[in-house]
T-cell receptor
Framework: KAGVTQTPRYLIKTRGQQVTLSCSPISGHRSVSWYQQTPGQGLQFLFE???????NKGNFPGRFSGRQFSNSRSEMNVSTLELGDSALYLC????????????FGPGTRLLVL | DAKTTQPPSMDCAEGRAANLPCNHSTISGNEYVYWYRQIHSQGPQYIIH???NNETNEMASLIITEDRKSSTLILPHATLRDTAVYYC??????????????FGGGTRLMVKP
């Protein structure tokens, strides 16, 4: 079974631009979560989607948004990029059961100049 | 979700067992213990999880104390490829409130030849 895929793998943007990252979950998984990893803050939860609905959100500004499509694929968008948004953005997918285990993709490394 | 405490770093000789401890003294009855690892710049990899019984899979064993206040992840024969940051996470069972994973600092395991 194919794993979680994320595109693009690497991205360079400049301050003020916006960016859209994509995540395709494991087949059959309906939950998608996004995380940001930086050297200073570690791995931090951004938001989670299930059946096209956001069901959990971390403590990030409104510049960070996401959505999920009917095929469970998800996108996250960051508007008005800041230097501090440079990070590894990770997506995780899971089934919806009592012991939902989440499986992570390889991440998208974003560099904001 | 309960908070976890892990040593920041550990060394292990190649071929020997690596025993990674985790304290979760405030764990509640329906919370699971999950272990993930992250090899440099890759997405976190699921290793194992458990509720109260010891668990074993092809990657590792998880030993949870009877009072569930601590656990140990055991890699029976560590190899150089096991060098990574290991995260112990305590999380409640899946429900409509979502499945956010809260990552701490983890333990940086260095396997040495």
């Amino acid at each position: 079974k194919a794993g979680v895929t994320q595109t693009p793998r690497y991205l360079i943007k400049t301050r003020g631009q916006q960016v859209t990252l994509s995540c395709s979950p494991i087949s059959g998984h309906r939950s998608v979560s996004w995380y940001q990893q930086t050297p200073g803050q570690g791995l931090q939860f951004l938001f989670e989607y299930f059946s096209e609905t956001q069901r959990n959100k971390g403590n990030f500004p409104g510049r960070f948004s996401g959505r999920q499509f009917s095929n469970s694929r998800s996108e996250m968008n960051v508007s008005t990029l800041e230097l501090g948004d440079s990070a590894l953005y990770l997506c995780a997918s899971g089934r919806r059961d009592i012991q939902e285990t989440q499986y992570f993709g390889p991440g998208t490394r974003l560099l904001v100049l | 979700d309960a908070k976890t405490t892990q040593p920041p770093s550990m060394d292990c000789a190649e071929g020997r067992a690596a025993n990674l401890p985790c304290n979760h003294s405030t764990i509640s009855g329906n919370e699971y213990v999950y272990w993930y690892r992250q090899i440099h710049s890759q997405g976190p990899q699921y290793i194992i999880h458990g509720l109260k019984n010891n668990e074993t899979n092809e990657m590792a064993s998880l030993i949870i104390t009877e009072d569930r206040k601590s656990s140990t992840l055991i890699l029976p024969h560590a190899t150089l490829r096991d060098t990574a940051v290991y995260y112990c996470i305590v999380r409640g069972a899946s429900n409509n409130a979502g499945n956010m994973l809260t990552f701490g600092g983890g333990t940086r395991l260095m396997v040495k030849p």
